[in-house]
């Protein structure tokens, strides 16, 4: 959930027909995207803010229901940064989306270096995902090879 922009963006994208999910264990983080959604006239019946981990996305959705599921790694920007993904969380947290999206649906991930697990977290989730089955998932992984100190890493993950 983070600050709200990724939802706002994800509500816009799902338009009135879709439904918008989103997970953040700081009511700090709920808050501001409640905040963001309503100045941006996005009808509360087109989300559910969860204030809950991001591992436990099946205790709240059936499995193979998700067309998209994005995941930005990190900390609340402006927030606590001792609160952070972390690797075993966060291969926990892609294993269960992985059972929630549906044919032909994409995850997202945004795979931040540096903080305190930042390196360790990039290189645990980038060797999971390197043991995924070629024949059910299609791993994409990319880099910025512009920018400096240690720039995100952008995954996709396409279901087939």
């Not at 400096?148 to 279901?159: A, D, E, G, Y």
Request: proline share 4%; hydrophobic share 35%.
């Amino acid at each position: 959930m983070g600050n709200g922009h990724d939802t706002l963006f994800l509500c816009l994208l799902a338009g009135d027909k879709g439904h918008v999910y989103a997970f953040d264990i700081q009511q700090t983080a709920l808050t501001h995207t409640r905040k963001l959604l309503a100045e941006n006239n996005i009808e509360e019946a087109r989300f559910s803010l969860i204030l809950d981990s991001h591992i436990n996305m099946e205790n709240h959705l059936a499995p193979q229901s998700a067309d998209a599921i994005l995941f930005n790694c990190g900390y609340l920007p402006g927030g606590d940064h001792s609160l952070a993904t972390k690797p075993e969380t966060t291969i926990k947290a892609i294993e269960a989306g992985l059972k929630l999206l549906k044919p032909d649906g994409v995850m997202s991930l945004c795979l931040y270096s540096g903080g305190d697990t930042g390196f360790e977290e990039k290189s645990a989730v980038l060797q999971y995902l390197h043991s995924l089955d070629s024949k059910n998932y299609t791993v994409i992984v990319q880099e910025y090879y512009n920018r400096k100190n240690h720039p995100p890493t952008p995954v996709f993950i396409f279901r087939t």
